[in-house]
């Protein structure tokens, strides 16, 4: 290793969250997170829904330190030492002649890093935050390390941070295989399409709560694996059969299909959660009404209009099989949860703020104004209207896989000190 003390290398990536639409739940392996079945998911545009970090590395820092939205969190865990030991047995030399700087491979043994993570939407809310999160440290860490890998092979770390996390190594749809052999070399990600594939669908994600989950899903998948009979059942005989018929579906780019099955995966998890001993409770209310708003629409018009999915977490991800499509959602969903009086509708719907046109919606008052729903019109008494029940809705599309940012006012920390800005 050459350089003064003084010099500080960098590396800042973008990584998008990814939405399984047939649900990843249970573990054949706790200390390498290995699944019980395959899983396939959709990344989101990381425009809307991503983790940006930043890593850096001198000889003038003394630890491994790390902090996630400005708050310094420890590095001690597992996962997170996993990732690390993975990332330093492989990366290779590294030599910047303009900067003076020489890495050689055992060096890398020896260096410590910084590590400073930001997340555009809540954490630890069931929108997939650990996913983009461990994605993005993996990405970036290799691009820092100079890393000689694939991205299923990127993937195969990334999985060993959190599960879902090595499906955000790509973008469009994602497929997780389970693998086999014992020391989960062959449980990776593979793209089953790009995010070009199927440009016509729109997503909605309706923010239900941004508060922390009372379970997460570690202990979840856990307790589930020990008492849910449901499960068995599941993971030999249901998702089978579904992760083929999805993979046809998203070929052919088949909406009634993909609806169908990705609503009825949504739901057999929150089912299997509910057959744990003690029961899970990831929905609440808002949830069960926003399916039910989405059931009654599709049955009224005899074909699916949208398909809906929850994760661990309240929080509903709509799918809608166009920008028509996806107005004419949103317009259901301002009426059945319109915003309190006092808020403003660009904090209320981000994102692609386009649908809000399309919808017919310029103010708060055009909110006020619409219309019950046609599939509800001679309900009586009419559907309630449930203002402060959504926190907010992001308009989002199918997105890319994770990208380097190579502008340094895009750095989350100082070049300088490699101490967050």
Known sequence: MSGGREWIRMATARTPTNIAVIKYWGKRDENLILPINDSISMTLDPDHLSTTTTVSVSPSFDSDRM???GKEISLSGDRFQNCLRELRSRASDFEDNEKGIKIEKKDWEKLHIHIASYNNFPTAAGLASSAAGFACLVFALANLMNVKASQSHLSAIARQGSGSACRSLFGGFVKWIMGKDADGGDSVAVQLANENHWSDLVIIVAVVSAHQKETSSTSGMRETVETSALLQHREKVVVPKRIVEMEKAIEA????SFAQLTCADSNQFHAVCLDTTPPIFYMNNTSHRIISCI?????????PQVAYTFDAGPNAVMVARDRKTAALLLQRMLYYFPPQSESHLDSYVVGDKSILKEAGIVGISDIEGLPVPPEVKD?????PRSKGEVSYFICTRIGRGPVL???DGQALLEPNTGLPK
């Open 379 to 383: 309900r009586v008494p009419p559907p």
């Open 253 to 256: 780019r088949d909406f009634a």
């Open 67 to 69: 902090w996630l939205n």
């Open 295 to 303: 059931e009654k629409w599709n049955e009224a018009e005899g074909a």
């Open 405 to 407: 940012l190579t502008d």
